[in-house]
């Protein structure tokens, strides 16, 4: 195993590229830790794929370095890179067995017999695929032959890295949170620093400890799952995770603290004024918000019931307001105000945090 850090890493599929747009990775600089679990979380399109391919050597960035503890092995080919990637789409032999598919990559490295048969039953049973070993993979559904794509990643014992590139994707709906808690707790008993990458928030932030989020071949914050939640370093965070994901109000700075029409907000923290900025904008999660008798007034648009809490949906002047309301809380009628809870409400600049 070994620590991955990515060093001023850019990428560009195209030849000369001058535009902005050009670059699929803008400039990422990272460091995984032995041992890690971590999930890569962004749109479609965010570069989650082109930066998985960079560490596993498919690809070779257009600018910057790969290290594997701090040796440069940006110019090592990928089979020397002891890393085990398994795909969005499962790879399955299907006229071999599934024994024979999850042994593959051990005879490949010319593994004795003895320890294949002991490896591949350790995974087996951890995937729950004993029953079927000798069956013919061609035999399975799609749900089981990702179960054979995800032992295949995980039978090397001597494998740098395992990645993960949305393996969820082809599994049936109900299957999926199976299979999930299923990959948390292999991560637990395997050890190995282990990157998911997803779309998917609730995947992310299930598997990992530190989830790191992209948008636009960039990266734009690194932090635990508490951490996202609580203090968004960018309001595209803020945004993209979270259901809903957080608020955002046009605001201005007076006297250290934002204001909304002359209604002062307490925010986290005491400001400068941020000089240049064009935006300014609190950031405050649906959870953060109540109804109060003082406060922000806001004219109520829509009520939805999930059951075990409401979604209030307010809008102050242009600006729409969610709120969330736990079941047997009151929601005023005439004349609703709103507060923030000053810990979680946050000032951003041009979608930067300043507090
Ligand atoms: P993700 O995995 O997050 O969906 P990708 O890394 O696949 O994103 O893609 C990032 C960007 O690079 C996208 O704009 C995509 O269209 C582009 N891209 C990906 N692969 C190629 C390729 N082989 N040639 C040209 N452009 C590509
Ligand atoms: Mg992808």
Known sequence: MAKITLDQVRH??????????????KEVDVTWSDGGAYALLGPSGCGKTTLLNIISGLLRPSRGRVLFDDRDITDIPSDKRHIAQVFQFPVVYDTMTVFDNLAFPLRNRD?????????VHEIAKMLDLEESLHNRASHLTADGKQKISLGRGLVRSDVNVIMFDEPLTVIDPHLKWLLRSKLKELHQQIGSTMIYVTHDQTEALTFADKVMVMHDGMVMQIGTP???????????????IGSPGMNLL?????????SIDGHQI???????????AKRVEIGIRPEFVSFTPNGLPVE???????????????????TTI???????????????????????THVYADGYILT
């Open 111 to 119: 593994v004795p017999q003895a320890q294949v048969d002991a490896r």
């Open 300 to 318: 109520i648009v829509k009520i939805n019931d999930i059951g075990q809490y409401r979604i209030v949906e307010t809008r102050h002047k242009n």
């Open 266 to 276: 307490i925010s986290a923290q005491k400001l400068d004024i941020p000089e240049v």
């Open 250 to 258: 046009p605001c201005v700075i007076e006297n250290g603290y934002p």
């Open 226 to 240: 508490v951490e996202l939640f609580e203090k968004p370093k960018h309001t595209f965070v803020g945004h993209f």
């Open 322 to 344: 969610k709120i969330i309301v736990a079941e047997g809380l009151h929601i005023p009628t005439a004349d609703p105000k709103i507060s923030f809870d000053p810990a979680y």
């Open 12 to 25: 560009s599929y195209a030849q000369n590229p001058d535009d902005d747009l050009d670059w699929a990775l």
